[in-house]
């Protein structure tokens, strides 16, 4: 633990809202500051692109990534040149010639993110940011402040504008930051942004047994929207519907991380009175899919190229599922070309009412992870951070068997010191409080029956309340 986190976990809850205000105060000035507002103009003239107009405009950016790449990030200088590409041909790549450039896998992306993948000419400003990485160790993103701002810009002109929201309005927030630092933590389960009106709740703790604390912050502060995980969304709406208890009308619930079930979304959509808007990203901030007023699932060119490929490398067809590929448009400082992302989308050859040309998907079928079912009847998701920090760890999986007894299973470079073993028994026990918990070191985890790898499973079935 950091010296700042340890300090954090000490202090009182007035002091951690200081905190968590100062933090989101550095953090609004970042994304909303420099190029933001210019580049956010951009993005709303953009939306009245014709089809040929978007072709042209993507061309032209593919041409640009590819060439920076080429020129100034070693590890496609190589890969590039091995595989017979030439500055030459880049100049004039068309979009039909994308597939003749090799994949950049995750583990490569893991391996080399701050070494040969990053620009020899980089921007202002830098920070890294780690992905979800839930197959394992997560991978490091460098977002300078520029390119911060540029994906903050798509982000408020396609998501939040596409729902009827800014970001100056008040917003709940449930995602993967550890804002109370125990499993046994008391009330309240949140803690509070006060320069960006942000109430951000604790993604750890929803349960039958606390719902009304979080019930209770939604009345008080009464925010305008709610943001973050889906499945998490969906448990705390679940439990204020079965705890019978009101909260205020909201103007939107947009999910991101999970696929978003019609069951999930009904269930929003009934307890804030409110459209559920469904989307997907990324840290690698490298794509883009928003869902706009007419519920049409829309490709932002301008963010990268999305390709969706079947199992043969090729186009899918409308209606077929496929592999995402991205190409992202925004990061400079470590370019991300043919990027498997590790998601899957279902393609659409429709046209939306909105009017829009932006390409549309039928289903974003993204990860599905079970939920881990804690003794309390909270339930959560999203169990990435258990291995943040151990590079050992390639792949990593979490299966719960009973209530009493979680498994860690784990494939890594070289075997585990005992206070790695001991870093995840604490991190576990951080989330669901003193359970049994046993660690295996495997050479290859093994996938499901679909030939999918699940990064969390659980064979605990909920009981209706």
């Known amino acids: 633990m950091s010296l700042a986190a340890s300090i954090y976990s000490k202090a009182p809850v007035w002091l951690q809202n200081v905190f968590v205000s100062l933090y989101g105060l550095q953090w609004k000035r970042r994304r909303f500051g420099g190029v933001f507002a210019s580049e956010l103009k951009q993005y709303k003239e953009r939306e009245k692109y014709t089809a040929a107009e978007w072709e042209d405009y993507t061309t032209h950016q593919l041409r640009v990534m590819l060439l920076h790449a080429y020129n100034t990030v070693p590890y496609y200088r190589e890969k590039w040149m091995a595989a017979g590409i030439t500055e030459d041909q880049l100049k004039s790549f068309t979009l039909s010639d994308i597939n003749l450039l090799p994949y950049l896998s995750k583990d490569d992306l893991r391996k ?5 993948l990053l620009s020899e000419k980089k921007e202002n400003g830098g920070s890294y940011f780690e992905s979800s990485g839930t197959t394992g160790t997560p991978t490091s993103i460098l977002f300078s402040d520029p390119m911060h701002q540029r994906w903050s810009a798509a982000y408020e002109a396609r998501v939040r504008n596409w729902a009827g929201v800014d970001n100056n309005m008040s917003r709940g927030m449930i995602g993967g930051r550890r804002v109370l630092p125990d499993a046994d933590a008391r009330p309240p389960y949140y803690r ?10 604790s993604a750890y703790h929803i349960s039958p047994a606390t719902i009304q604390n979080y019930a209770d912050t939604l009345n008080k502060y009464k925010p305008d929207y709610m943001v973050g995980y889906a499945m998490s969304n969906y448990f705390l709406a679940r439990f204020i519907k079965e705890a019978g208890v009101q909260v205020p009308q909201m103007k939107a619930v947009i999910t991101s991380s999970e696929k978003l079930t019609t069951e999930m979304r009904k269930e929003m959509e009934e307890v804030y009175r409110c459209k559920t808007y469904d989307g997907w990203s990324g840290v690698e901030a490298c794509g883009l899919v928003s869902e706009c007023e007419h ?5 932002s060119p301008d963010v990268g190229l999305v390709e969706i490929l079947n199992e043969n490398g090729e186009p899918a067809k409308p209606g077929e599922y496929g592999e995402v590929i991205c190409t992202g448009f925004l990061n400079y400082d470590q370019p991300l070309v043919r990027y498997r ?19 549309l998907v039928e289903e974003i079928t993204g ?27 390639v792949k990593g999986q979490i299966v719960q068997e009973t209530l009493e007894d979680i498994i860690i299973n784990v494939e890594a470079e070289r075997e585990l010191t005992a206070e790695e073993r001991e870093i995840l028994t604490k991190r576990i026990y ?12 495997m050479k290859e985890i093994p996938c499901g029956n679909n030939g999918k790898f699940r990064a969390v499973i659980s064979k605990v079935k909920r009981v209706n309340l």
């Open 367 to 393: 990860r599905i992870e079970d939920a881990i079912i804690g003794k309390d009847g909270r339930e959560m998701v999203r169990f990435h951070g258990i291995f943040i920090g151990i590079p050992a760890i």
């Open 430 to 441: 951080s989330q669901l409080g003193e359970v049994n918990v046993q660690i295996f070191e």
């Open 192 to 201: 509070y942004n006060y320069f960006e009106k942000q109430i951000y709740f």
């Open 295 to 299: 519920g049409g699932l829309h490709i």
């Open 112 to 116: 080399h993110c701050k070494t040969t």
């Open 341 to 359: 992302i590790g998601d899957y989308m279902r393609v659409s050859d429709k046209q939306c009412e909105c009017g829009r040309h932006m390409p």
